[in-house]
C-alpha cells in the first residue's frame, strides 16, 4: 500500500545537538511538507517542497533545514538554534501543491531535553 | 496573526447528541479542507470545499461552506464513540501563485457513553 512512512516514532535528544528525522513517500506525490504541531495550536507549516531539488521556508523555519535530493524523501534537521524544539512533527505529501488534500504520515514525537 | 479560528476548541458529547463546529476566517478563502485526528494518531483528510454554499455529506457528517467563502461548519449527528478526536478545517488562502493552507486550532471531541 502507498503511504507516508516517518522515523523514528519517538526521537530524543540533548540540547544542542541536531537531530534529522525522516519521511518517505511512494505515492508519487510531487509536493511535501512538514508541520509541527503542538497542543492547542494547530499545524504550522516548517517548510514544504513543490519539487526535487526545491524547497521553501514556511511559517515556523528558523531553526529548521531540509532538503530534497529525491521525489520519495524529504528529510527535516531540528538544529540546536530552534529554541523550543520538542514537539510533534508531520510530514504529509500531496499530489499537486496549492491546496490540494494531505496524506500525513504517523508522526515523529521528538522530546529535547 | 491565526487567520483561520474554529470553535469551539473542546466540545463534549453525550453519545447520540447532535454537535456542530465552526471555522472562521478573516479572509475569503480559495477552499477549505476537513481531517480528523484520532487521539495519538494523525491527521486524517475527510473532505474539501470549493464552491461557495457547497454542502457535502458523509454518513452522519454534513460539510458546509459558507457564501461569502469565509467560513464552514462540520455538523455530526447521533455521535458516537468512534467520533472521538480532534477535527481541523484548513482553509487555502490565496496569498500567492502556491497559496497557503491555513489551519485552525482543532475542535477537540469528547464524547460520553
Known amino acids: 500500500d502507498g503511504g507516508i512512512t516517518q522515523s523514528p516514532k519517538y526521537l530524543f535528544r540533548k540540547e544542542g545537538q541536531n537531530v534529522t528525522l525522516s519521511c518517505e513517500q511512494n505515492l508519487n506525490h510531487d509536493a511535501m511538507y512538514w508541520y509541527r504541531q503542538d497542543p492547542g495550536q494547530g499545524l504550522r507549516l516548517i517548510y514544504y517542497?513543490?519539487?526535487?531539488?526545491?524547497?521553501q521556508k514556511g511559517d515556523i523555519a528558523e531553526g529548521y533545514s531540509v532538503s530534497r535530493e529525491k521525489k520519495e524523501s524529504f528529510p527535516l534537521t531540528v538544529t540546536s538554534a530552534q529554541k523550543n524544539p520538542t514537539a510533534f512533527y508531520l510530514c504529509?505529501?500531496?499530489?499537486?501543491?496549492?491546496?490540494?488534500?494531505?496524506?500525513f504520515g504517523n508522526g515523529t514525537r521528538l522530546t529535547v531535553t | 496573526g491565526q487567520q483561520v479560528m474554529q470553535i469551539p476548541q473542546y466540545q463534549h458529547v453525550q453519545e447520540g447528541e447532535d454537535f456542530t463546529t465552526y471555522c472562521n476566517s478573516s479572509?475569503?478563502?480559495?477552499?477549505i479542507q476537513w481531517y480528523k485526528q484520532r487521539p495519538g494518531g494523525h491527521p486524517v483528510f475527510l473532505i474539501q470545499?470549493?464552491?461557495?454554499?457547497e454542502v457535502k455529506k458523509q454518513k452522519r457528517l454534513t460539510f458546509q461552506f459558507g457564501e461569502a467563502k469565509k467560513n464552514s461548519s462540520l455538523h455530526i449527528t447521533a455521535t458516537q464513540t468512534t467520533d472521538v478526536g480532534t477535527y481541523f478545517c484548513a482553509g487555502l488562502v490565496p496569498t500567492d501563485s502556491w497559496g497557503k493552507l491555513q489551519f485552525g486550532a482543532g475542535t477537540q471531541v469528547v464524547v460520553t457513553p
Open positions: 479572509t475569503t478563502l480559495s477552499n
Open positions: 470545499l470549493v464552491k461557495s454554499g
Open positions: 504529509a505529501s500531496s499530489m499537486e501543491g496549492r491546496g490540494s488534500p494531505l496524506h
Open positions: 517542497s513543490q519539487i526535487v531539488n526545491d524547497f
